[in-house]
């Protein structure tokens, strides 16, 4: 199924900047013109899915060029789902930011939403590395970018090790 709107925290239209794989919901994202916009309807992931999954194992693949949590904020239903699904989610930290941000503004509340779900936060390298709430809050303040990666694994905390396992036997 393919539906041609972006996905957000509620209904209604929305102004998309640049093109391509570099689109994004946010003016000024990794420097694109204000004048290459296009109007696209927008939806929640919520909407868009309903109830058609529940009870499956899923997995949610989110790389929206600095709009993830407005994806998550329209996701509510899916996110307290059971099973709870893995999302694999693509979060700029310092790197290709509207100009006067040095530090991705929506880090900590995006973190905190898989956090506040259940959630656990793994670094997706070598080692699948936990992210702690801390480490976080450090950054949020200015400090300096330790997670060193970009794209997260969310999974349910009691799932954690089995996914560690899995993935680092392969």
Same mark, same amino acid.
């Given at each position: ?23 994004? #919901?946010?003016?000024?994202?990794? =420097?694109?013109?204000? %004048? $290459?916009?296009?109007? &696209?309807?927008?939806?929640? !992931?919520?909407? +868009? #899915?309903?109830?058609?999954?529940? =009870?499956?194992?899923? %997995? $949610?693949?989110?790389? &929206?060029?600095?709009?993830? !949590?407005?994806? +998550? ?15 694999m ?11 006067g ?63 560690r396992?899995?993935?680092?036997n392969?």
């Open positions: 199924e393919v539906y041609p709107v972006a996905l957000g925290e509620r209904p209604g239209l929305a102004e998309l900047y640049g093109g391509g794989t570099g689109a994004s #919901l946010l003016k000024g994202w990794a =420097g694109t013109s204000e %004048l $290459f916009v296009t109007l &696209v309807p927008i939806n929640t !992931l919520d909407n +868009i #899915l309903g109830e058609r999954f529940s =009870g499956q194992r899923l %997995l $949610f693949i989110i790389d &929206v060029e600095g709009a993830e !949590l407005a994806v +998550i904020n329209g996701a509510k239903h899916h996110l307290s789902m059971m099973p709870k699904p893995i999302w989610v693509e979060v700029a930290v310092t790197e290709h930011l509207p100009a941000h040095t530090v991705n503004p929506d880090l900590l509340k995006t973190f905190q939403a898989f956090w506040r779900a259940g959630y656990v936060a793994l670094k997706l390298k070598q080692g699948l590395g936990e992210v702690r709430e801390e480490e976080v809050v450090s950054i949020q303040r200015g400090g300096k970018n330790t997670l060193k990666v970009n794209n997260f694994l969310f999974v349910e905390a009691n799932r954690c090790s089995e996914i396992h899995s993935c680092l392969r």
